[in-house]
């Protein structure tokens, strides 16, 4: 089965988090909520979540993708966190994916791993993200990378996200079950 990290930093926004998490994890990917500080972690609008893993105790080898929540600070900080920016760097080179919506390209952009890519962020982030083209289409696929807008896009890229991972029967029928397709 696939194994996704997704990484929570203090400010995260909680929609952006939580829907993707729900979903892959309805289809059976194994997701792993993985701290930079606290296994407590509050979002951008006041949920507090408990994270399964902290970065330290983390290996990062087992997992197939990585998945960035947007959402300010949270974003930021995990920008600012040289650990996630190795790991990241780390999973480009092996070409494994990577994904990041909202504010979180600026992440995937201090990694280095955005300037030859089209990319997409929630609005204004362009100008903090080095990149071969911007984009404002919902979620755009370069590569290993993949981004979105925000937080009304969240379940799109989720079903998205299942699609890559090659769960594309799960991705239809959950989008049927949701209500999400007629």
Same mark, same amino acid.
């Given at each position: 089965?696939?194994?996704?990290?997704?990484?929570?930093?203090?400010?995260?926004?909680?929609?952006?988090?939580?829907?993707?998490?729900?979903?892959?994890?309805?289809?059976?990917?194994?997701?792993?909520?993985?701290?930079?500080?606290?296994?407590?972690?509050?979002?951008?609008?006041?949920?507090?979540?408990?994270?399964? !893993?902290? %970065?330290?105790?983390?290996?990062? &080898?087992?997992?197939?993708? #990585? @998945?960035?929540?947007?959402?300010? $600070?949270?974003?930021?900080?995990?920008?600012?966190?040289?650990?996630? !920016?190795? %790991?990241?760097?780390?999973?480009? &080179?092996?070409?494994?994916? #990577? @994904?990041?919506?909202?504010?979180? $390209?600026?992440?995937?952009?201090?990694?280095?791993?955005?300037?030859?890519?089209? %990319?997409?962020?929630?609005?204004?982030?362009?100008?903090?993200?080095?990149?071969?083209?911007?984009?404002?289409?919902?979620?755009?696929?370069?590569?290993?990378?993949?981004?979105?807008?925000?937080?009304?896009?969240?379940?799109?890229?989720?079903?998205?996200?299942?699609?890559?991972?090659?769960?594309?029967?799960?991705?239809?029928?959950?989008?049927?079950?949701?209500?999400?397709?007629?």
């Amino acid at each position: 089965m696939k194994k996704l990290i997704v990484f929570i930093a203090e400010g995260f926004e909680e929609i952006e988090a939580l829907t993707v998490v729900d979903i892959l994890r309805r289809a059976g990917v194994t997701v792993t909520l993985c701290s930079l500080k606290n296994d407590l972690v509050k979002g951008a609008h006041n949920v507090l979540i408990k994270t399964d !893993i902290m %970065i330290d105790n983390l290996v990062f &080898e087992d997992y197939d993708a #990585i @998945y960035l929540p947007g959402g300010l $600070p949270g974003a930021y900080n995990l920008r600012d966190d040289n650990r996630v !920016i190795e %790991i990241i760097k780390n999973f480009n &080179e092996k070409k494994k994916l #990577i @994904y990041a919506i909202c504010a979180a $390209p600026v992440v995937l952009s201090k990694a280095g791993i955005t300037e030859d890519k089209v %990319i997409t962020s929630y609005p204004g982030f362009d100008k903090e993200i080095k990149c071969k083209k911007y984009s404002e289409e919902i979620f755009v696929k370069d590569g290993n990378i993949t981004t979105s807008r925000g937080p009304a896009t969240a379940m799109p890229f989720a079903y998205e996200i299942l699609r890559q991972l090659g769960l594309e029967k799960e991705s239809k029928e959950l989008r049927k079950g949701m209500l999400f397709d007629k």
